[in-house]
Structure formats: structure tokens, C-alpha cells
């Protein structure tokens, strides 16, 4: 078979068996089954099959996905998460200090948890009710919380870094550190947002919030367990001590004892911390399985690189394709959740960003920023029903979408800065060597 008569036909089975609702692992395989058939027997394509799912969950490297989970989980569970929120909200006494308090948190939070959904839910769970207790702009509360979600995922650790690293064979710990400068500025641009916000809507911000002050030895036990963990994360892998899945296995380990001992972590919520990252890891695995599997079939029929050169044939400036390219995903997110698409079109995409001539690690940033903006726009935005199923009523899916336009604006940004000045990613990493 032609390489784009497998392309074609690969595409449009995987959209026919996602459309009739078959789940996407399920349906990534069952896609890549009968192309495989053409290649191998039977019974040999069964065995190719189960080293592929085999592979997968012994990988030393994605032992760190399910750890970095974990980890999220646990501070979920725990008061470590909502503490934060409350330091940073009762701390600053400002106008407008809940919102600002929940980007923070929701930095600080993305600092050691590479989950968007789990912080947006983490976060959210406490800062919503709050926020529209003291008199908040719903549209305001609810995108300020669905957009701080995203920082996750930016901030490293970061599990789609970590998976993009994997599918294009970067290094994990130089697509952590590009993504820090980017994350800073991001936090920054989203506080600007919400003080435009408050000029332009002043109803939407209470001049006066009634919030108890936090006593000396809660803020250390609220700061202290995020910094400690924070550090032995990004200390344990620049310094060269330990790879990523090993800094994640001793954080994991830290932050249970401090969830335990400082956190007021109980045995039902370690159990069902347990329990989510199991189910979590359940989907992600199966995931990566047929991932995997679908990019065995795509390589064997060269579909990258027929697809690369193709597209080069056209002579198309390097903007033009990353212009395109960016459109697609985002389009492709509106459809898509980002763990799902990274797996599906990435070994199809990079190839070609890297024949255009752009740095496969810089790319890693602006595509994790892309699917900053998949998890905010519907109707798959994943970050948006999170918020609304927060809200309990009190906050529509209209109110969470409308509330997030103006971040996903400064998101949009932030790709314009990436483009134009390349080194705000490579600076650091560059440092580092």
C-alpha cells in the first residue's frame, strides 16, 4: 500500500470508531490492527502486539508518569494544596488578592504536579466557592481558575512535556527547564489579565474581602511542604543527581510522609489517592500502548517522512508550517484531549517541524502551550467541566468559556513571544550544558 492511502485510511478509521464512541485507546488499536495485518500474520501481528503493551509498562521513563500522579493526587487529598490558596489569598492584602492568590496557587501548585485537570480540580475545589463567597465575577472566578489549571502543565514538572519528550526522543530534563522562563512569564501575563479585568470590570472585584489573616506556624506548614518538595524535584535532576523518574520517586515518597505529617492526610484519602492514580494510570497506559502501536504501523509505511517531504516539497516558509501546524492542533483540540493527540499526530508532526529547521525542544514549550489552549476550548476542554462541575449550578459552561477568552488571549501571546525571541524556551537549557 501507498504510504498515504495507509495515512488516509489510518485517519479516517480512528475518527469513524472515536465518532461512534469506542474509547480512544481502544480505538487507536483497532485502527492500527488491520494496516498491521498487511505486514505481519495473525498471529505474529497478536505477539507484536502484546511486546508493544509490554514495553510500554516497563519503560523505565514513564515510571515517572505514574509517581508525578501520585504525587498530585496526595497534595489533593491532603490540606497542602487548599492551604496554599488560603496563604496566598489571606496573605496579600490587595484588591483582587483571591484571584491573584489562586494564579499562584496554581503556579506553586504546577511546581510540583505535572496534571492540569488534578490542578485545576485542586485548586478550584477551594478557590470557587470562595471567590464567589466574597463577591467575585463569576465569568472572572471561574476562567481565572480553569486558565491557572493550565499553569501544570507548563511549570515542571510536566507530564506532557514528559510525554512529548518521550515520543520525540528529547531530554526530559532540558524540556523541564525551557519550560520555566515561559511559565514565569505566563503566571505574569495572567496576573496583568485579571488587573485589566478588574479596570475595565470593576463589579466583577469586591473593594474589601472578609478573609481571616493565616497564624506564623500555618503559613511555614503551608509554604514549607510546596518549597521542599518543589526543590528536591529540580535540585535531585539539574544538579545531576538523579534521572526524572528517580526525582520522582523520592518526591513522591517526601510528599507522602509530609502529607501524613503536616498535611492531615487521613488512610481513606491515601487509599483513594492510590485509587485515582490506578484509574488514571489505567486510561494512560492503554493509551500509550496503542500509541505506540499506532506509531510502529505509521513508521513501517513511512508515513512521517513521506508526509515531511511532501510538505517541503511546497517550499513553504518555516512560519507558514508552524503557523498551520498550530492551527491544527488547536482545531484538533477542540475534539481532542492533549495526552490523546500528542500520541496520535505527534510522530507524524515533529519530523516535519525538525526539516523546517526549528529546535525540537523549543517546539516541546510552544506545543505544550498549544495544548494549554486545547484543555480551554470546547467542546473538549477538559479544565472547563472540571470548573463547572466545581460551581455545583452556581457557574455555566457559558460562564467558564467566556471567563477564559482573555487568558487563552495571553496564551496566544505568549506563543507570538516564543516565536520572536526563541531564547525566552532556550536560554536556560542552553545554561545548563
Same mark, same amino acid.
Given at each position: 500500500m501507498e504510504w498515504y492511502e495507509v495515512g488516509l485510511g489510518l485517519l479516517g478509521l480512528l475518527m469513524?470508531?472515536?465518532?461512534?464512541g469506542l474509547p480512544i485507546p481502544?480505538? $487507536?488499536?483497532?485502527?492500527?490492527? %488491520?494496516?498491521?495485518?498487511?505486514?505481519?500474520?495473525?498471529?505474529?501481528?497478536?505477539?507484536?502486539?502484546?511486546?508493544?503493551?509490554?514495553?510500554?509498562?516497563?519503560?523505565?521513563? $514513564?515510571?515517572?508518569?505514574? $509517581?508525578?500522579?501520585?504525587?498530585?493526587?496526595l497534595i489533593g487529598k491532603s490540606r497542602i494544596g487548599p492551604n496554599l490558596y488560603q496563604f496566598l489569598h489571606q496573605g496579600v492584602r490587595i484588591r483582587g488578592s483571591a484571584a491573584y492568590g489562586s494564579i499562584g496557587a496554581c503556579a506553586g501548585f504546577g511546581a510540583v504536579c505535572g496534571s492540569s485537570m488534578v490542578g485545576a480540580l485542586t485548586i478550584g475545589g477551594v478557590a470557587l466557592p470562595e471567590m464567589l463567597r466574597l463577591g467575585?465575577?463569576?465569568?472572572?472566578?471561574?476562567?481565572?481558575?480553569?486558565?491557572?489549571?493550565?499553569?501544570?502543565?507548563?511549570?515542571?514538572?510536566?507530564?506532557?512535556?514528559?510525554?512529548?519528550?518521550?515520543?520525540?526522543?528529547?531530554?526530559?530534563?532540558?524540556?523541564?527547564?525551557?519550560?520555566?522562563?515561559?511559565?514565569?512569564?505566563?503566571?505574569?501575563?495572567?496576573? +496583568?489579565?485579571?488587573?485589566?479585568?478588574?479596570?475595565?470590570?470593576?463589579?466583577?472585584?469586591?473593594?474589601?474581602?472578609?478573609?481571616?489573616?493565616?497564624?506564623?506556624?500555618?503559613?511555614?506548614?503551608? +509554604?514549607?511542604?510546596?518549597?521542599?518538595?518543589?526543590?528536591?524535584i529540580t535540585v535531585a535532576i539539574y544538579a545531576g543527581i538523579a534521572t526524572p523518574t528517580e526525582a520522582a520517586a523520592v518526591a513522591a515518597l517526601l510528599t507522602v510522609a509530609l502529607a501524613f505529617g503536616i498535611g492531615g492526610l487521613t488512610w481513606l484519602g491515601f487509599?483513594?489517592?492510590?485509587?485515582?492514580?490506578?484509574?488514571?494510570?489505567?486510561?494512560?497506559?492503554?493509551?500509550?500502548?496503542?500509541?505506540?502501536?499506532?506509531?510502529?504501523?505509521?513508521?513501517?509505511?513511512?508515513?512521517?517522512?513521506?508526509?515531511?517531504e511532501l510538505f517541503l516539497s511546497f517550499d513553504l516558509s518555516p512560519y507558514v508550517?508552524? +503557523?498551520?501546524v498550530l492551527a491544527f492542533y488547536i482545531v484538533l483540540g477542540m475534539f481532542l484531549? %492533549?495526552?490523546?493527540?500528542?500520541?496520535?499526530?505527534? %510522530?507524524?508532526?515533529?519530523?516535519?517541524?525538525?526539516?523546517?529547521?526549528?529546535?525540537?525542544?523549543?517546539?516541546?514549550?510552544?506545543?505544550?502551550?498549544?495544548?494549554?489552549?486545547?484543555?480551554l476550548t470546547p467542546p473538549v476542554g477538559l479544565n472547563l467541566y472540571v470548573i463547572q462541575g466545581i460551581g455545583r449550578g452556581?457557574?455555566?459552561?457559558?460562564?467558564?468559556?467566556?471567563?477564559?477568552?482573555?487568558?487563552?488571549?495571553?496564551? +496566544?501571546?505568549?506563543?507570538?513571544?516564543?516565536i520572536l525571541w526563541p531564547e525566552t524556551a532556550l536560554w536556560l537549557p542552553d545554561q545548563m550544558r
Open positions: 469513524l470508531l472515536i465518532a461512534i481502544f480505538a $487507536l488499536a483497532a485502527a492500527s490492527l %488491520p494496516f498491521l495485518w498487511q505486514i505481519q500474520s495473525f498471529q505474529t501481528s497478536l505477539v507484536s502486539s502484546q511486546l508493544k503493551l509490554w514495553g510500554v509498562w516497563i519503560d523505565y521513563i $514513564l515510571l515517572a508518569v505514574p $509517581l508525578f500522579v501520585f504525587l498530585g493526587e467575585y465575577g463569576k465569568r472572572l472566578s471561574a476562567g481565572v481558575l480553569a486558565a491557572g489549571g493550565t499553569l501544570s502543565v507548563l511549570i515542571p514538572p510536566s507530564l506532557i512535556l514528559l510525554f512529548y519528550g518521550i515520543v520525540t526522543d528529547q531530554s526530559i530534563g532540558d524540556l523541564f527547564i525551557a519550560g520555566v522562563i515561559p511559565g514565569l512569564v505566563l503566571v505574569t501575563a495572567f496576573v +496583568v489579565v485579571v488587573l485589566i479585568w478588574g479596570i475595565l470590570r470593576p463589579q466583577d472585584i469586591p473593594n474589601r474581602e472578609d478573609a481571616m489573616r493565616m497564624p506564623l506556624m500555618q503559613i511555614f506548614a503551608t +509554604v514549607g511542604p510546596i518549597l521542599l518538595i518543589g526543590l528536591v487509599k483513594e489517592a492510590l485509587f485515582a492514580t490506578m484509574r488514571t494510570m489505567g486510561y494512560l497506559g492503554l493509551l500509550l500502548s496503542a500509541g505506540v502501536l499506532f506509531g510502529f504501523v505509521l513508521t513501517y509505511y513511512r508515513v512521517p517522512q513521506q508526509f515531511t508550517v508552524l +503557523v498551520i484531549e %492533549p495526552v490523546s493527540m500528542t500520541f496520535i499526530t505527534l %510522530p507524524t508532526i515533529y519530523p516535519l517541524m525538525s526539516a523546517a529547521g526549528f529546535d525540537l525542544i523549543w517546539f516541546g514549550v510552544v506545543y505544550t502551550i498549544t495544548m494549554e489552549i486545547a484543555v452556581q457557574v455555566t459552561i457559558g460562564d467558564v468559556i467566556m471567563g477564559c477568552l482573555p487568558f487563552i488571549g495571553a496564551l +496566544v501571546a505568549l506563543i507570538a513571544l516564543l
